[in-house]
T-cell receptor, first 117, second 114 residues
């Protein structure tokens, strides 16, 4: 069985602070994909990043960066110089890369990020 | 805008009733996924269809059923509704039924059962 744990239920920061959202996962699959999604107050789910289990390179996209560490089964997400528009619920998700469950996303419980002006 | 459309946006109904949620995937996407988001259970995978055939099943109740039609749109049918079925139901689509591909989510249908 797969499991995704996002330790922080809620985080509150002031604009321009850096913030890191933690994600720890459990899976028996040797190959898998990890995702981060953003859910703004409007409710839709917005894709942020996909990472496969073979690629442990960190990735940076503008103010967003992701740190994937297979040894600790973690896939953490950092927002640098946070902005009010970053306020949303962020979900980490996992799916196996093959087998009968591929495509089935297992989500963490989400982290509510509030950025105050 | 992800290109995935869901109708209706909101649905209010009573216990015991039956409703149908509709999803149109992005043009060219063959795979459709349904997810339920509730306060109790969080975001949960319900079911996946690929080119008209059921591909994977998650925590979908027997009172719920889905199908994907030849034009690739999908419907999720919820029957004998209970208060606990109140949730946000998302549809997502991807190019093929592969995990590597990003799933594009629709705006969701908010179901309220009174």
């Amino acid at each position: 069985a797969q499991k995704v744990t996002q330790a922080q239920t809620e985080i509150s920061v002031v604009e321009k602070e850096d913030v890191t959202l933690d994600c720890v996962y459990e899976t028996r699959d040797t190959t898998y994909y990890l995702f981060w999604y953003k859910q703004p107050p409007s409710g839709e789910l917005v894709f942020l990043i996909r990472r496969n289990s073979f690629d442990e390179q960190n990735e940076i996209s503008g103010r967003y960066s992701w740190n994937f560490q297979k040894s600790t089964s973690s896939f953490n997400f950092t927002i640098t110089a946070s902005q009010v528009v970053d306020s949303a619920v962020y979900f980490c998700a996992l799916t196996p890369a093959g087998g009968t469950s591929y495509g089935k996303l297992t989500f963490g419980q989400g982290t509510i990020l509030t950025v105050h002006p | 805008d992800s290109g995935v459309t869901q109708t209706p946006k909101h649905l209010i109904t009573a216990t015991g009733q039956r409703v149908t949620l509709r999803c149109s995937p992005r043009s060219g996407d063959l795979s459709v996924y349904w997810y339920q988001q509730s306060l109790d259970q969080g975001l949960q995978f319900l079911i996946q269809y690929y080119n008209g055939e059921e591909r994977a099943k998650g925590n979908i109740l027997e009172r719920f059923s889905a199908q994907q039609f030849p034009d690739l749109h999908s419907e999720l049918n919820l029957s004998s509704l209970e208060l606990g079925d109140s949730a946000l139901y998302f549809c997502a689509s991807s190019v093929v039924g592969l995990a590597a591909n990003e799933q594009f989510f629709g705006p969701g249908t908010r179901l309220t059962v009174l």
